[in-house]
Nanobody, 122 residues
């Protein structure tokens, strides 16, 4: 019903920048919240950043200032601008969304992207 597709990952050297994108498509009425999580092998996914449809943001520990989340509400797309990247930022980055599908009265949190690899070389 709803698909999230990330793009923009890759290999970058420490101090470099990447901009991730995630586009949602399908039977969407509205998307109150969109998120970026990241995961390294053997660990749980952790919150990187979140943004509501009204523009409120929240960032994971120590990431605000280097990472900036933004949204294009009309395009159902969320972005993550990552600057001054560090080797410890290496992870698979996942897009996640709270979505009201068309006709639904309750939002669903079951929507995740497939993940995009970010590798930061020292």
């Amino acid at each position: 019903q709803v698909q999230l597709v990330e793009s923009g990952g890759g290999l970058v050297h420490a101090g470099g920048s990447l901009n991730l994108s995630c586009a949602a498509s399908g039977s969407i009425d509205r998307i109150p919240n969109m998120y970026w999580f990241r995961q390294t092998p053997g660990n749980q996914r952790t919150l990187v950043a979140a943004m509501t449809s009204s523009g409120a943001t929240n960032y994971g520990d120590s990431l605000e200032g280097r990472f900036t989340i933004s949204r294009d509400i009309a395009k159902n797309t969320v972005y993550l601008q990552m600057n001054n990247l560090k080797p410890e930022d290496t992870a698979v980055y996942y897009c996640h969304a709270l979505v009201y599908t068309i006709g639904a009265t309750v939002a669903s949190t079951n929507y995740w992207g497939q993940g995009t690899q970010v590798t930061v070389a020292s």
